[in-house]
């Protein structure tokens, strides 16, 4: 379900960047993409710095 609105979110972004000549739209899906992973790391019931130390110390 995720994954496809996302898909949805970066093609909507794509044309109204075509159609309005404004990069601001590029930037978009990447924010949706960074705002899903904070908000999946808040969502983890340990503490906030520990779940990231965590999430980038798996090798």
Known sequence: ????LLIL???FSVVMALR?????FLFVP???IF???LVEIL???APF???VKFIFSLS
């Open 1 to 4: 379900m995720i994954f496809w």
């Open 9 to 11: 979110i970066t093609i």
């Open 20 to 24: 309005r000549n404004k990069t601001f």
């Open 30 to 32: 990447f924010l949706s």
């Open 35 to 37: 705002l899903y992973f």
């Open 43 to 45: 969502m983890v019931p």
């Open 49 to 51: 710095f520990d779940t």
